[in-house]
């Protein structure tokens, strides 16, 4: 059965700083995918991943993946406060992980 | 605003009961999917349509079905519903050339779903 583990589950972090969301899954996949969602909204595509090695950026996130470590991570940069949101990634035939929460504060 | 919409916004009903969820993509999207969020089960996928046709099959129960009507909206149907199936359930649309699921998928706002 194929998991996802996302961490940290829960993540504070300064405007300015920089930090790293990890997602881990269990068996081999050929496509990862991460989305936000804001709190009470609904989800939004950031990126999707479909090799190894493949790195995508969007403004302050950048996300890539490494098939044979099986492990995507989703990078911030310089966070500002609008970038407090919750993160998933997800697997294969979307088989989510359980989310990052982001808070961004002063 | 993504340009999908659903309906209802919100439903309350009781056990036992059957609702329908609707959905409407993009313009010119040809892939329909639905999601179900709850505090217990976390965000799952559930089914994806492409053209009208089943593409992929997530965690979907037996209980539970979806189509995709010519004019590319599609319906998710609950039936025999327990307290459990309380959730925010979203449908999400892609441009789908292939139905691979590879496209970026822009999202409704969701239906909240309540059993009582």
């Known amino acids: 059965e194929l998991k996802v583990e996302q961490n940290p589950l829960f993540l504070s972090m300064q405007e300015g700083k920089n930090y790293t969301i990890y997602c881990n899954y269990s068996?081999?996949?050929?496509?990862l995918y991460w989305y936000r969602q804001d709190p009470g909204k609904s989800l939004e595509s950031l990126f999707v991943l479909l090799s190894n090695g493949a790195v995508k950026q969007e403004g302050r996130l950048m996300a890539s993946l490494d098939t044979k470590a099986r492990l995507s991570t989703l990078h911030i940069t310089a966070a500002v406060h609008d970038l407090s949101a919750t993160y998933f990634c997800a697997v294969d035939k979307l088989i989510f992980g359980t989310g990052t929460r982001l808070q961004v504060f002063p | 605003d993504s340009g999908v919409t659903q309906t209802p916004k919100h439903l309350i009903t009781a056990t036992g009961q059957r609702v329908t969820l609707r959905c409407s993509p993009r313009?010119?999207?040809?892939?329909v999917y639905w999601y179900q969020q709850s505090l217990d089960q976390g965000l799952q996928f559930l089914i994806q349509y492409y053209n009208g046709e089943e593409r992929a099959k997530g965690n979907i129960l037996e209980r539970f079905s979806a189509q995709q009507f010519p004019d590319l909206h599609s319906e998710l149907n609950l039936s025999s519903l327990e307290l459990g199936d309380s959730a925010l359930y979203f449908c999400?649309?892609?441009?789908?050339?292939?139905?691979?699921?590879?496209?970026?998928?822009?999202f409704g706002p969701g239906t909240r779903l309540t059993v009582l």
């Open positions: 068996t081999t996949s050929d496509r």
């Open positions: 999400a649309s892609s441009v789908g050339a292939s139905g691979s699921m590879i496209d970026t998928q822009y």
């Open positions: 313009s010119g999207d040809l892939s």
